[in-house]
């Protein structure tokens, strides 16, 4: 146990005796414990899993999940857009006793992977869809399209997958407008 990481146990929430449950079976399969992203993140030589909680369920998020084999069908992915990770959604403490054996099994075949080196092969940023409504933009305002040319691939994916994930034009516009100051002072979306 690494005491840094405490701090997430000690928070008063409804799942802390989930958390703690989880956290000893981590623990179990011999990983290295870290606080990461404001959660508690276990690895080998790269990350494994982490523990996180949300409003109706805590997880377990394996951060290369997509490619363990899943006999029970209990991996989820959380939106179309991840590609790596994959979660065990849990509501209660009795369900993660209930399912210990099977999530230690998880745990290691994720070790396993990890030691052999073997990663999820991400999309390129460019195999991203580009809205129609910003593609227009690119090719009207050269000064944008190469702003957005010299961001990061991550920030350039967070800004395609957030103008693509409006339903309406409109809403698309809206967005791209917003955020063409950002992308022009090589900002991402949360910076």
Request: aromatic share 10%; charged share 30%; glycine share 4%.
């Amino acid at each position: 146990m690494n005491p840094k990481v405490d701090c997430f146990f000690n928070k008063p929430t409804k799942w802390q005796d989930s958390y703690r449950e989880l956290r000893d079976i981590v623990l179990s399969c011999d990983l290295t414990e870290n606080l990461k992203w404001g959660c508690p993140c276990y690895s080998n030589k790269d990350n494994i899993v982490l523990i996180h909680g949300f409003k109706d369920y805590c997880a377990l998020l394996f951060m290369q999940g997509a490619l363990l084999k899943d006999p029970k069908k209990i991996l989820i992915q959380q939106t179309d857009n991840v590609q790596a990770a994959r979660q065990i959604r849990f509501n209660s403490l009795e369900e993660i006793i209930k399912n210990k054996a099977t999530i230690k099994s998880y745990i290691k075949e994720a070790i396993e992977l990890d030691k052999a080196g073997i990663k999820v092969e991400l999309k390129k940023t460019t195999e991203f869809a580009i809205p129609e409504e910003f593609q227009k933009v690119l090719d009207t305002m050269p000064d944008v399209n190469t702003a957005f040319n010299t961001l990061t691939p991550g920030r350039q994916r967070g800004y395609l997958l957030f103008f693509g994930s409006a339903k309406h034009s409109k809403t698309r516009e809206a967005r791209i407008e917003k955020y063409v100051p950002y992308i022009l002072n090589g900002k991402g979306l949360e910076d």
